[in-house]
T-cell receptor
Framework: QQQVKQSPQSLIVQKGGISIINCAYE??????FPWYQQFPGKGPALLIA?????SEKKEGRFTISFNKSAKQFSLHIMDSQPGDSATYFC????????????FGTGTRLQVFP | NAGVTQTPKFRVLKTGQSMTLLCAQD?????MYWYRQDPGMGLRLIHY???????AKGEVPDGYNVSRLKKQNFLLGLESAAPSQTSVYFC??????????FGPGTRLLVL
């Protein structure tokens, strides 16, 4: 019940295309869903996050879509650029009842010119 | 303002050797975490701390010990290294339970 399942494991997109990464969870008590971005040789960094009281959050070219009934959330990268090439991790937590984030297994995104 | 630093950046150990990884933060955060990252496995929590003098087990604690004697430092120890502990280790800190700030990582190879 504590797992967060992430897909796909890897993704290749052409420059200008849309990258979509999906995550699913079982624990309905999760109430905070962040995405982290990790460049090669670096530590992950928070990219964007959403709470279940909204169905979508947009920051620049990055959008999280959240489907509470399906227990799924996804990251959309519009107009994907080579500089977006990185590994992306979704995560989830119960922000008032635990001290931990549960991470997905990661998606390696490669954007080709 | 260095943020989160990790020492060393890279280390090679022989099976059975011991070592300590140091995480230091200058952000005055209460929460500190140690993760390991392996291909296809994502980030797995080893141990964490919610404040100076406290530690708790994460998802994969076996073979590791930790200490948080000072608020700014979180040490991860391997008493008897095994090849299965070959990994990239990340430290993270946070003021609350949500946003975590990661260090640059320590790459460990156990032969």
């Amino acid at each position: 019940q504590q797992q967060v399942k992430q897909s796909p494991q890897s993704l290749i997109v052409q420059k200008g295309g849309i990258s979509i990464i999906n995550c699913a969870y079982e624990n309905t008590a999760f109430d905070y869903f962040p995405w982290y971005q990790q460049f090669p040789g670096k530590g992950p960094a928070l990219l964007i996050a959403i709470r279940p009281d909204v169905s979508e959050k947009k920051e620049g070219r990055f959008t999280i879509s959240f489907n509470k009934s399906a227990k799924q959330f996804s990251l959309h990268i519009m107009d994907s650029q080579p500089g977006d090439s990185a590994t992306y991790f979704c995560a989830a937590t119960q922000s008032y009842n635990t001290d931990k984030l549960i991470f997905g297994t990661g998606t390696r995104l490669q954007v080709f010119p | 303002n260095a943020g989160v630093t990790q020492t060393p950046k890279f280390r090679v150990l022989k099976t059975g050797q011991s070592m300590t990884l140091l995480c230091a933060q200058d952000m005055n955060h209460e929460y500190m975490y140690w993760y390991r990252q392996d291909p296809g496995m994502g980030l797995r929590l080893i141990h964490y701390s919610v404040g100076e003098g406290t530690t708790a087990k994460g998802e994969v604690p076996d073979g590791y010990n930790v200490s948080r004697l000072k608020k700014q430092n979180f040490l991860l120890g391997l008493e008897s290294a095994a090849p299965s502990q070959t990994s990239v280790y990340f430290c993270a800190t946070g003021q609350g339970r949500e946003t975590q700030y990661f260090g640059p990582g320590t790459r460990l190879l156990v032969l």
